[in-house]
């Protein structure tokens, strides 16, 4: 039996790191965004940001959490280069939140506590960025309930939603996701891996490291790193307990009381999260459960196509963005984040094809443009003429030239080669300029061949 837990840390998307007013974001320069107090020198004192306090209440809230009504940091207390005062400003004996659930994981606790500085290995040097310590982190601790990394996986892609839906976090990539993974065999002892990035590399992380145990029942207690280049966990050092940190109450910071009021508040503000969206898409729109879970999997993309679907039908909405827009971002590694098409632009060009006036072939290439730079989608159709060729005449006419030009694929196709007809269909498509009917050409196309 496989047990497996996770402890996540969440940056928050604060404009200024939790205990002073350097920026958490901006300029990259390592080390030139700190402060006496963010690099823990002699005399500095700490000031809580209260916007930390606001987005980690919305990330208990979301998760079903017990609010603690009062709570205090500590100092966890250990050695580290990227850590210079040597103690970490954390959450210990009372933390924001406990008792929570997501998709019957439960939720240990929710706590609030600073990120250390980052370390930079290059060959037998090591380099410390501080410009990393000091910013907010909300960890998210689990039970061990998991039994698979599939499950994790499924997840940590849920969480990440909330929080995203929340405007708590940003995901600039999946990498930027960082986890400790605790993991056990039946009568073996619990192993931690630290500081995993990226949910490709916790289930990688996780499956390795079950084999491992499987093969070598662990004894004691461990704490193992994960060496993303070898794909293996190697060990750091036997675990310590939570006592071996020598949690004392931090002197600097008072006792924090959070109301009643307060914390309803915070409830009340929460927006619409996924799930509660996915269900209201499929019973709204009438859209497919499977489309409504691919939509509300991104909040810009659910966005777009609440605002899409007031003007167009929305299954056909639902397709593009759903099938279409994602398909064209991902070619070109981007994400809703990176381009600005609106609502607008999607409108025009659905309402178009909805009428029958341009093809799926066009409104595929004004998609590949539209992420490039957004431009009107009317005006680009009219000055490129890419309105639909339907007249059958001037059909006729287009189908005959191409038949004229290509006598072996008429002989391949009368002898019995189906897929003859395809290239003919592909040449009268391009001469168009792909603004012909498909199913008009290809009738036009059987006609005519009986007369060659």
Aim: charged fraction near 30%; glycine fraction near 4%.
């Amino acid at each position: 039996m496989v047990k497996i837990g996770l402890e996540i840390h969440v940056q928050l998307n604060t404009k200024s790191k939790i205990f002073c007013n350097c920026a958490t974001s901006g300029n990259d320069v390592p080390n030139t965004r700190t402060c006496v107090t963010c690099l823990g020198m002699p005399g500095s004192k700490p000031s809580l940001n209260k916007e930390v306090i606001m987005q980690a209440l919305k990330i208990a809230l979301a998760l079903n959490c017990k609010i603690s009504q009062e709570m205090f940091f500590s100092r966890k207390s250990y050695f580290y280069p990227d850590l210079t005062k040597n103690f970490q400003i954390t959450q210990y004996e009372i933390p924001l939140a406990i008792d929570g659930t997501l998709d019957n994981i439960r939720i240990k606790r929710v706590h609030i506590e600073e990120d250390p500085g980052k370390l930079i290995h290059m060959g037998n040097t090591t380099l410390i960025d501080y410009n990393r310590s000091g910013i907010p982190l909300v960890e998210i601790v689990t039970e061990p309930d998991f039994k698979t990394s599939n499950e994790v996986r499924t997840f940590l892609n849920k969480l990440i939603t909330i929080l995203e839906y929340l405007n708590v976090y940003s995901r600039i990539s999946e990498a930027s996701l960082r986890a400790d993974v605790n993991v056990s065999i039946q009568n073996g002892a619990r192993v931690e891996i630290k500081n995993v990035n990226g949910i490709k590399e916790v289930e990688k992380a996780i499956e390795f490291e079950i084999s491992r145990q499987e093969k070598d029942l662990p004894k004691q207690q461990e704490t193992r790193a994960w060496d993303t280049l070898k794909q293996k966990t190697f060990l750091l050092r036997t675990k310590e307990t939570e006592e071996d940190y020598g949690y004392i109450f931090e002197p600097d910071l008072t006792k924090i009381e959070l109301s009643k009021d307060l914390i309803e508040k915070i409830k009340n503000e929460l927006p619409e999260l996924a799930f509660d969206k996915l269900n209201r898409f499929t019973k709204d729109f009438k859209i497919k459960e499977a489309d409504a879970k691919a939509l509300t999997s991104d909040i810009l993309l659910a966005d777009l196509f609440e605002k899409v679907s007031k003007k167009v039908n929305p299954e056909l909405a639902a397709k593009w963005l759903r099938r279409e827009l994602p398909r064209v971002l991902h070619y070109n590694k981007k994400t809703m984040k990176d381009v600005q098409i609106d609502e607008t632009h999607m409108i025009q060009l659905l309402n178009l094809l909805e009428k029958g006036q341009i093809t799926n072939t066009t409104a595929q290439r004004i998609i590949e443009k539209l992420i490039e730079k957004p431009f009107s989608v009317l005006d680009y159709i009219k000055k490129e003429g890419l309105l639909m060729l339907n007249k059958e005449e001037e059909l006729r006419k287009v189908c005959s030239e191409i038949l004229k030009e290509n006598p072996k694929a008429i002989n391949d196709y009368k002898l019995g080669e189906v897929k003859a007809l395809d290239f003919l269909l592909g040449k009268v498509m391009a001469k168009t300029k792909g603004t012909a009917e498909p199913n008009l050409v290809r009738k036009i196309l059987l006609e005519l061949i009986k007369q060659f």
